[in-house]
């Protein structure tokens, strides 16, 4: 079974411009999250979907990051424009459902933003 | 919302011996902790889970307690392997506002093992 599948796995941008990041679940997946993780700690979650829903955006900077998720399925996350201290590791997750259940991870983008 | 505690921030041991990392938590109503392993440039995996109905749990070197009246639990790792080298994380699932839940996470372990 493939796992969380997420690309690019890096990517150097400079400040001002925009960037995207883009997550496959597992399939039969319904519950889909982004996760910011800084050097040296834990992930922090950003957003939290629902099939096609957005159930759990609180965390969100809203003002230059928006997420979609299409049909249920794929997930892509959007930073515009990007600030310097948005460099970070965004991993995207995936469980069969809401709740208190294993979340399977991917392997994240390394974003650096000069 | 919950706050997650992890100590300590770095551990070294000499392979084969035991290591054990402590997490701490703040909400009574969180009842999923799970571990997650993450080597490094590498995913977090989970390695085990404990519910809040359980007070321990063993799987073959790995085991996890809980104690829900002072909302702490640990990882327990005996006969430490070169291959146990990563960081380790736990989490705590909880109410976060706004009629959800998530998991909180600690800031990680780094755990070393010595040949």
């Known amino acids: 079974e493939a796992g969380v599948v997420q690309s690019p796995r890096y990517k150097i941008i400079e400040k001002k411009q925009p960037v995207a990041f883009w997550c496959n679940p597992i399939?039969?997946?319904?519950?889909l999250y982004w996760y910011l993780q800084n050097l040296g700690q834990g992930p922090e979650l950003l957003i939290r979907?629902?099939?096609?829903?957005?159930?759990?955006d609180s965390q969100l900077p809203k003002d230059r990051f928006s997420a979609e998720r299409l049909k249920g399925v794929d997930s892509t996350l959007k930073i515009q424009p990007a600030e310097l201290g948005d460099s970070a590791v965004y991993l995207c997750?995936?469980?069969?459902?809401?709740?208190?259940?294993?979340?399977?991870f991917g392997p994240g983008t390394r974003l650096t933003v000069l | 919302g919950e706050n997650v505690e992890q100590h300590p921030s770095t551990l070294s041991v000499q392979e084969g011996d035991s290591a054990v990392i402590k997490c701490t938590y703040s909400?009574?109503?969180?009842?999923?902790f799970p571990w997650y392993k993450q080597e490094l440039g590498k995913r977090p995996q989970l390695i085990i889970d404990?519910?809040?109905?359980?007070g321990e749990k063993k799987d073959q070197r790995i085991a996890v307690t809980l104690n829900k009246t002072a909302k702490h639990f640990s990882l327990h790792i005996t006969e430490t392997q070169p291959e146990d080298s990563a960081v380790y994380f736990c989490?705590?699932?909880?109410?976060?506002?706004?009629?959800?839940?998530?998991?909180?996470f600690g800031k990680g372990t780094k755990l070393s093992v010595i040949p």
């Open positions: 979907y629902e099939n096609e829903e957005a159930v759990d």
């Open positions: 989490a705590a699932y909880a109410y976060s506002g706004a009629g959800s839940y998530q998991l909180t």
């Open positions: 404990i519910r809040s109905n359980v």
């Open positions: 909400d009574s109503a969180s009842n999923y």
């Open positions: 399939s039969g997946h319904n519950t």
């Open positions: 997750a995936s469980s069969l459902r809401q709740g208190p259940n294993e979340q399977f």
